[in-house]
């Protein structure tokens, strides 16, 4: 703050000084305040474009800077783990099928499309069937993970998006309550209700998240997103080869 006064106080001086020089150089008093006062009432039009136009235009460059490296972050996470963690979690939903149409992304959708989607997927109720997962294969899945999702919390992109933040907050949760017990064998059906409870609240993020992901590739990377919907997760038929 104080550099910024002296600077400040620094270029009032200078411009005195070189209207001072002007009138020892020409003795014309009148001419300077007509600069003078021309360039005072420019001042509001000056600030209008540099802190509303100019300083417009580079928060939205910024913005579309940060946005373009957080979903590279998010394309690593799915790369590695996401979409087999999905696969994991919804491969036991009996209920799947309810929303699997909402699920097949085609190429030719809308933003209208993801929109129904998005909306369907809130009304859904995530259940995948923990009875049927195998906790310690889980388990050794994750804990193999917990370095990968602990250095993604730790990038400094992640201020940016509160929703893929609270997905990654989830999955670790579930990793370390699934650590904190000394096996899966004699699990109470209390202790079965909590773990399905995280696995459920890791599971929906996932899938909200995913689709948000895919709307994203869409938009700004269609050769990418023609192979993320050759490889839907939730495609029975899916497979990368292009026929």
């Not at 209207?19 to 600069?35: A, M, S």
């Not at 609270?166 to 899966?184: V, Y």
């Amino acid at each position: 703050m104080r550099f910024q006064i002296i600077l400040g106080l620094s270029l009032i001086a200078l411009s005195a000084l070189f209207y001072f020089g002007h009138y020892l150089v020409f003795n014309d008093p009148h001419h300077i305040f007509i600069y003078l006062v021309g360039d005072i009432a420019f001042v509001p039009i000056e600030v209008l474009l540099v802190t509303m136009i100019l300083h417009k235009l580079l928060e939205d460059r910024e913005k579309k800077s940060k946005l373009k490296k957080l979903n590279m972050v998010i394309e690593t996470f799915f790369s590695e783990m996401g979409t087999n963690t999905m696969k994991w979690f919804s491969g036991t939903d009996s209920n799947l099928e309810n929303i699997r149409n909402d699920l097949m992304i085609k190429n030719s959708w809308s933003s209208n499309d993801f929109r129904k989607a998005e909306k369907q997927l809130k009304r859904y109720d995530f259940n995948a069937d923990i009875r049927k997962i195998e906790l310690n294969d889980l388990h050794l899945y994750l804990v193999g993970k917990r370095d990968f999702v602990m250095r993604l919390l730790q990038n400094p992109v992640m201020l940016e998006h509160e929703t893929f933040t609270d997905l990654l907050r989830a999955i670790l949760h579930l990793t370390e309550e699934l650590s904190s017990r000394d096996g899966f064998e004699n699990i109470t059906d209390t202790d079965y209700k909590h773990l399905s409870g995280d696995i459920q609240r890791a599971y929906g993020r996932l899938v909200n998240q995913w689709m948000n992901y895919m709307e994203y590739l869409k938009q700004e990377y269609p050769y990418l997103f023609s192979l993320a919907i050759r490889t839907n997760p939730f495609d029975e038929n899916a497979k990368a080869a292009v026929e």
